[in-house]
Nanobody, 123 residues
Framework: QVQLVESGGGLVQNGGSLRLSCAAS????????MGWFRQAPGKERAFVAA????????YYADSVKGRFTISRDKAKNTVYLEMNSLKPEDTAVYYC????????????????WGQGTQVSVSS
Protein backbone atom coordinates (compact mmCIF):
# COMPACT_ATOMS: atom_id res chain seq x y z
CA GLN A 1 0.00 0.00 0.00
CA VAL A 2 1.25 3.47 -0.92
CA GLN A 3 -0.18 6.75 0.30
CA LEU A 4 0.48 10.03 -1.51
CA VAL A 5 0.08 13.53 -0.15
CA GLU A 6 0.46 16.55 -2.45
CA SER A 7 1.19 20.11 -1.45
CA GLY A 8 2.29 23.37 -3.01
CA GLY A 9 -0.64 24.44 -5.16
CA GLY A 10 -2.01 27.97 -5.19
CA LEU A 11 -2.85 31.03 -7.21
CA VAL A 12 -0.15 32.62 -9.36
CA GLN A 13 -0.03 35.22 -12.11
CA ASN A 14 0.64 34.47 -15.76
CA GLY A 15 4.36 33.77 -16.14
CA GLY A 16 4.82 32.85 -12.49
CA SER A 17 6.20 29.73 -10.84
CA LEU A 18 5.08 27.10 -8.36
CA ARG A 19 6.59 23.93 -6.97
CA LEU A 20 4.40 20.96 -6.13
CA SER A 21 5.49 18.21 -3.76
CA CYS A 22 4.22 14.67 -3.41
CA ALA A 23 5.28 12.70 -0.35
CA ALA A 24 4.92 8.94 -0.59
CA SER A 25 4.59 6.57 2.35
CA UNK A 26 4.89 2.84 1.99
CA UNK A 27 7.19 0.76 -0.13
CA UNK A 28 8.69 2.14 -3.28
CA UNK A 29 10.88 0.13 -5.61
CA UNK A 30 13.60 1.00 -8.07
CA UNK A 31 11.27 -0.22 -10.82
CA UNK A 32 8.39 1.98 -9.75
CA UNK A 33 7.29 5.24 -11.30
CA MET A 34 5.60 8.37 -10.13
CA GLY A 35 3.67 10.72 -12.31
CA TRP A 36 1.93 14.05 -12.25
CA PHE A 37 -1.43 14.46 -13.95
CA ARG A 38 -3.88 17.34 -14.12
CA GLN A 39 -7.57 17.75 -14.61
CA ALA A 40 -9.25 20.96 -15.65
CA PRO A 41 -13.01 21.46 -15.25
CA GLY A 42 -14.92 19.52 -17.85
CA LYS A 43 -11.82 17.76 -19.16
CA GLU A 44 -10.29 14.35 -18.71
CA ARG A 45 -7.32 13.76 -16.47
CA ALA A 46 -4.17 14.33 -18.54
CA PHE A 47 -0.54 13.31 -18.26
CA VAL A 48 1.92 16.04 -17.27
CA ALA A 49 5.20 14.38 -16.30
CA ALA A 50 6.60 11.17 -14.87
CA UNK A 51 9.82 9.87 -13.41
CA UNK A 52 11.30 6.43 -13.01
CA UNK A 53 12.12 5.99 -9.33
CA UNK A 54 15.32 4.04 -9.88
CA UNK A 55 16.84 5.55 -13.04
CA UNK A 56 15.40 9.06 -12.63
CA UNK A 57 14.53 9.05 -16.31
CA UNK A 58 11.91 11.70 -16.94
CA TYR A 59 9.01 12.08 -19.35
CA TYR A 60 6.94 15.14 -20.19
CA ALA A 61 3.80 16.10 -22.05
CA ASP A 62 4.60 18.31 -25.05
CA SER A 63 2.56 21.14 -23.54
CA VAL A 64 4.91 21.46 -20.53
CA LYS A 65 8.32 20.57 -22.01
CA GLY A 66 10.87 23.23 -21.23
CA ARG A 67 8.67 24.80 -18.54
CA PHE A 68 8.10 22.01 -15.99
CA THR A 69 10.68 19.81 -14.30
CA ILE A 70 9.97 16.62 -12.38
CA SER A 71 12.47 15.35 -9.84
CA ARG A 72 12.61 13.04 -6.86
CA ASP A 73 14.36 12.88 -3.50
CA LYS A 74 14.89 9.24 -2.64
CA ALA A 75 15.75 9.91 1.00
CA LYS A 76 12.52 11.82 1.52
CA ASN A 77 10.39 9.57 -0.70
CA THR A 78 9.16 12.75 -2.35
CA VAL A 79 8.58 13.80 -5.95
CA TYR A 80 8.53 17.42 -7.03
CA LEU A 81 7.08 19.27 -9.99
CA GLU A 82 8.75 22.61 -10.60
CA MET A 83 6.49 24.71 -12.81
CA ASN A 84 7.82 27.83 -14.49
CA SER A 85 6.37 30.23 -17.07
CA LEU A 86 2.89 29.23 -16.00
CA LYS A 87 0.01 30.01 -18.32
CA PRO A 88 -3.74 30.31 -17.67
CA GLU A 89 -4.23 27.03 -19.55
CA ASP A 90 -2.15 25.29 -16.86
CA THR A 91 -5.01 25.91 -14.41
CA ALA A 92 -6.20 22.54 -13.08
CA VAL A 93 -6.20 20.20 -10.13
CA TYR A 94 -2.84 18.45 -10.11
CA TYR A 95 -2.54 14.87 -8.91
CA CYS A 96 0.46 12.71 -8.23
CA UNK A 97 0.24 9.00 -8.82
CA UNK A 98 2.30 5.86 -8.27
CA UNK A 99 2.66 2.58 -10.08
CA UNK A 100 5.00 -0.21 -8.96
CA UNK A 101 6.44 -1.13 -12.34
CA UNK A 102 7.55 1.15 -15.16
CA UNK A 103 6.56 4.59 -16.39
CA UNK A 104 3.26 5.03 -18.21
CA UNK A 105 1.47 8.12 -19.43
CA UNK A 106 -2.09 6.78 -19.22
CA UNK A 107 -3.67 7.64 -15.86
CA UNK A 108 -5.55 4.33 -15.92
CA UNK A 109 -2.22 2.54 -15.51
CA UNK A 110 -1.52 4.08 -12.10
CA UNK A 111 -2.57 2.32 -8.93
CA UNK A 112 -2.34 4.95 -6.21
CA TRP A 113 -3.36 8.60 -6.24
CA GLY A 114 -3.02 11.65 -4.05
CA GLN A 115 -5.92 13.89 -3.15
CA GLY A 116 -4.99 16.62 -5.63
CA THR A 117 -3.90 20.22 -5.28
CA GLN A 118 -5.38 23.20 -7.10
CA VAL A 119 -3.17 25.31 -9.34
CA SER A 120 -4.74 28.50 -10.68
CA VAL A 121 -2.99 30.87 -13.09
CA SER A 122 -4.52 34.29 -13.61
CA SER A 123 -4.18 36.15 -16.90
Amino acid sequence: QVQLVESGGGLVQNGGSLRLSCAASGRTFSSSAMGWFRQAPGKERAFVAAISWGSERTYYADSVKGRFTISRDKAKNTVYLEMNSLKPEDTAVYYCAFRPLGVRTNPRDYDYWGQGTQVSVSS
